[in-house]
T-cell receptor, first 111, second 113 residues
Framework: NAGVTQTPKFQVLKTGQSMTLQCAQD?????MSWYRQDPGMGLRLIHY???????DQGEVPNGYNVSRSTTEDFPLRLLSAAPSQTSVYFC??????????FGSGTRLTVV | KNQVEQSPQSLIILEGKNCTLQ??????????LRWYKQDTGRGPVSLTI?????NTKSNGRYTATLDADTKQSSLHITASQLSDSASYIC????????????FGKGTKLSVIP
């Protein structure tokens, strides 16, 4: 049981490039979400999904896309990277009773 | 707007000493409150969860309290260890299914020998 696995752990992009941050969980959780964490700020919700085929926007969705084709996977796509997207990204999954399980994060730098 | 305020922003204590971290929230409707520990370079890990009717919840040397009337919570760490050095984040859930979270900015605790 690996929990929530995020890849890659580190990434450097040039402005305008696109990429996908991967997130997988093996706990059969219906709910998954993506957050970004910036210095001096609390985690902010980017997108979330309450089950396969269902996604919705969070607090800061602009510049990001998500899809949920399976229960296990919830990738986050950066369409055209900007320096403002330099951040640490966390994927999380949860059940109503067990609470949230976070991945170990992806540190993204956009230059 | 829902808000979670934590204090202090940072704290340095000697190994073996106790400390208390504070969390004030203005979140409505309230569902539950969680404290998370986040080690440097890692994702947050849940320490405790409390619902409206719970006043105290312990997890080893960590004890969380909740006063739903004043909308305050505290996390008390007893006999601190070097491994307690981390950021501690207060998170309040609201809304149907408790999917709506408001995160505090965290308190960065450093335990020194």
């Amino acid at each position: 049981n690996a929990g929530v696995t995020q890849t890659p752990k580190f990434q450097v992009l040039k402005t305008g490039q696109s990429m996908t941050l991967q997130c997988a969980q093996d706990m059969n959780h219906e709910y998954m979400s993506w957050y970004r964490q910036d210095p001096g700020m609390g985690l902010r919700l980017i997108h979330y999904s309450v089950g396969a085929g269902i996604t919705d926007q969070g607090e800061v969705p602009n510049g990001y896309n998500v899809s949920r084709s399976t229960t296990e996977d919830f990738p986050l796509r950066l369409l055209s990277a900007a320096p403002s997207q330099t951040s640490v990204y966390f994927c999380a999954s949860r059940t109503p009773t067990e609470g949230y399980t976070f991945g170990s994060g992806t540190r993204l730098t956009v230059v | 707007k829902n808000q979670v305020e934590q204090s202090p922003q940072s704290l340095i204590i000697l190994e073996g000493k106790n400390c208390t971290l504070q969390c004030n929230y203005t979140v409505s409707p309230f569902s539950n409150l969680r404290w998370y520990k986040q080690d440097t370079g890692r994702g947050p890990v849940s320490l405790t969860i409390m619902t409206f009717s719970e006043n105290t919840k312990s997890n080893g040397r960590y004890t969380a309290t909740l006063d739903a009337d004043t909308k305050q919570s505290s996390l008390h760490i007893t006999a601190s260890q070097l491994s307690d050095s981390a950021s501690y984040i207060c998170v309040v859930s609201s809304g149907a299914g408790s999917y709506q979270l408001t995160f505090g900015k965290g308190t960065k605790l450093s335990v020194i020998p």
